[in-house]
């Protein structure tokens, strides 16, 4: 018989119970946690970043400014400066309403010379929230600015260094920050003048100065088509990203493998078996090294008998979940209190309000129910449980998720987990919860993650759905 399927009759380590019950039952709070916000998790977490977007800059701070020596329009978009300037802190300067947004690939805004004056002392750049607002964006610390009079740009220093052109009366320029690269770039009617390496974490302004007389200029924040090609630009980045990524080496039968144990894990063995004939002819075979203590093999361990207990609790059946599990893994169940007997439980209770048997399922909570109450550990999952009595029709109900396929799903995850972890070469429990495609996944996140962290939480964030959604739609 193969050793795969014999019987597992060692005792199972109660941290192995604790922990794999802990994991999954946090599963289930989680998503009780998102169905009192909405029963479709794609749908919460989209709510939940559209709750989270920046609100972009769409005017000028007219109480923030340097009053007096310039005139904020009454549409907050249009600054002049009508008098003689007479000093260098006599500067006209004001920034947007609100920083430019940082959880995004790119920010970008424009100015519209309508006047270059009498010295086209006119700039354009980013600030801090406390940039001195009697001076040209640049000269002062922490700020960047692109001068229309010399075409040097600043950032920090009363010294400019060469940059770009000038830019006067009837020519339009724009700034832009690029999360990706962590740059700021200018553009001058339509095209990228120069770029120049973001050194400021923080929040930056979009700020623009005029600065001597009949100087007058309009900003554009993205209500009115933007002259420069911005889609373009973002094309543009995202396909160096895409490069890079393309020029990476991975060998040609890892994501074969990948596949390969997540059928094994989750114990597909009808499809897994499919997928190797299919794959055997053109692919060499996979090999994985071995990792905290899960080999190669470690994944086939009790296939059939992880398959049966799956599609038998994916179709209802508990009390033949429970008969399997007395029979081949006892030591799982033997604990009537623990926790992989806690998800069984109520999983049957909900299977029989599923049907209709509402009598029976009072009957059997109050059985089985009792003892898990007392704990304090479950109570609040046994009132989910219970709650769905209280409704005539429970499936829209709060508590409706109860009813739903996956909630079944985090049960057999969880009574798969627990025949991984009977494997007496299994070293580390931690690596039965989650097959190598979903360790994958978690670590592509958190990669994402840490780039952003490092970039002072700027820049686009990861959205595994976004990504699933866009493949699909291609």
């Known amino acids: ?10 005792p199972t380590n109660s941290d192995t119970h604790d922990l794999i ?55 907050k978009l249009s600054v002049n400066y009508p ?5 260098g802190h006599d500067v006209g300067v004001v920034q947007a309403n609100r920083a430019a947004p940082s959880k995004r690939l790119v920010y970008y805004f424009e100015m519209y010379v309508k006047n270059g004056g009498v010295k086209g002392q006119i700039a354009i750049g980013f600030t801090t929230p406390g940039f001195k607002m009697r001076r040209q964006p640049g000269w002062e610390s922490n700020s960047y600015g692109y001068h229309g009079d010399d075409g040097l740009l600043y950032r920090g220093q009363g010294k400019g260094e060469a940059f770009g052109p000038v830019y006067s009366t009837g020519d339009t320029v724009g700034g832009g920050i690029n999360y990706a690269s962590q740059e700021l770039f200018f553009t001058k009617n339509g095209a990228v003048v120069g770029t120049v390496f973001k050194d400021v974490k923080g929040p930056l302004f979009p700020t623009v100065a005029v600065h001597s007389q009949n100087e007058e200029i309009t900003v554009n924040f993205g209500k009115d088509p933007f002259v420069f090609d911005l889609k373009a630009y973002e094309a543009q980045e995202r396909a160096k990203q895409h490069s890079t990524i393309e020029k990476l080496s991975i060998p040609q039968n890892a994501s074969y493998g990948i596949v390969q144990s997540y059928l094994q894990h989750y114990g597909y063995e009808e499809t897994l ?5 299919e794959s055997q002819s053109t692919l060499p075979p996979i090999s994985f090294v071995q990792e905290n203590g899960f080999a190669e093999d470690m994944n086939t361990y009790s296939l059939n008998q992880r398959k049966v207990l799956r599609q038998i609790i994916r179709n209802g059946q508990i009390g033949d979940a429970f008969s399997k599990l007395r029979e081949w893994y006892p030591q799982i169940v033997q604990d009537g209190a623990s926790a992989i007997c806690f998800l069984l439980h109520c999983q049957n209770f909900i299977e029989l309000v599923r049907v209709g048997k509402l009598e029976e399922a009072v009957l059997y909570g109050r059985t089985e129910f009792e003892k898990f109450y007392k704990l304090g550990d479950y109570d609040d999952l046994v009132k989910d449980c219970a709650a769905l009595l209280a409704y005539e029709q429970p499936q829209k109900s709060s508590v409706g998720y109860l009813l739903g396929d996956s909630q079944r799903e985090i049960v057999a995850d969880a009574v798969n987990a627990m025949i991984l972890s009977t494997n007496p070469s299994v070293k580390d429990s931690r690596e039965c919860l989650h097959s190598r495609l979903d360790r994958l996944l978690r670590q592509l996140s958190a990669s994402f993650l840490e780039k952003r962290s490092l970039n002072g939480d700027q820049g686009e964030g990861f959205h595994l759905h976004r990504i699933l959604n866009s493949s699909r739609k291609g």
């Open 83 to 87: 008098n003689v300037n007479l000093h």
């Open 1 to 10: 018989m193969d050793a795969s399927l014999t019987l597992s009759l060692s």
């Open 21 to 75: 019950g802990s994991y999954f039952l946090q599963q289930w709070r989680l998503k009780s946690k998102a169905a009192t916000l909405k029963p479709d998790p794609m749908e919460i977490e989209s709510s939940i970043e559209e709750d989270n977007e920046e609100l972009p800059p769409n005017e000028l701070d007219s109480l923030n400014s340097s009053g007096g020596f310039s005139i904020i329009g009454p549409d």
């Open 273 to 277: 078996r499919t997928f190797d004939v």
